[in-house]
């Protein structure tokens, strides 16, 4: 059974930075494509980034140059760097692998003005 555990999260003024992990067990992200969504508040859950088996990211326009996706093989984990954040960044971020199906449970990003 394919597991995501997503950590990281947290209360973060306007700017600041925040680093998203997500631990997969079942399963080797090296191996998978892997994406990142996001549910704002009010709002559907979206996608945001993802990274393909061999390594390509790609990012929606809005976190372009300042989300990176970062893939550690030796610890099965898949990282977000979030730089520059700003409040329309504030959701809850989930981590998905669609040849699984698996979410996690989600981890808060929270940005303050």
């Known amino acids: 059974q394919v597991q995501l555990v997503e950590s990281g999260g947290g209360l973060v003024q306007f700017g600041g930075s925040l680093r998203l992990s997500c631990v997969v067990t079942?399963?080797?992200?090296?191996?998978?494509?892997m994406h990142w969504y996001r549910q704002r508040p009010g709002q559907s859950r979206e996608f945001v980034a993802s990274?393909?088996?061999?390594?390509?990211?790609y990012y929606i326009d809005p976190v372009k140059w300042r989300f990176t996706i970062v893939r550690d093989n030796a610890k099965n984990t898949l990282h977000l760097n979030m730089n520059n954040l700003k409040s329309e960044d504030t959701a809850l971020y989930y981590c998905?692998?669609?040849?699984?199906?698996?979410w996690g449970q989600g981890t808060q990003v929270t940005i303050s003005s």
């Open positions: 998905h692998m669609p040849d699984f199906s698996a």
């Open positions: 079942g399963a080797s992200v090296n191996d998978h494509n």
């Open positions: 990274m393909t088996a061999v390594g390509d990211s």
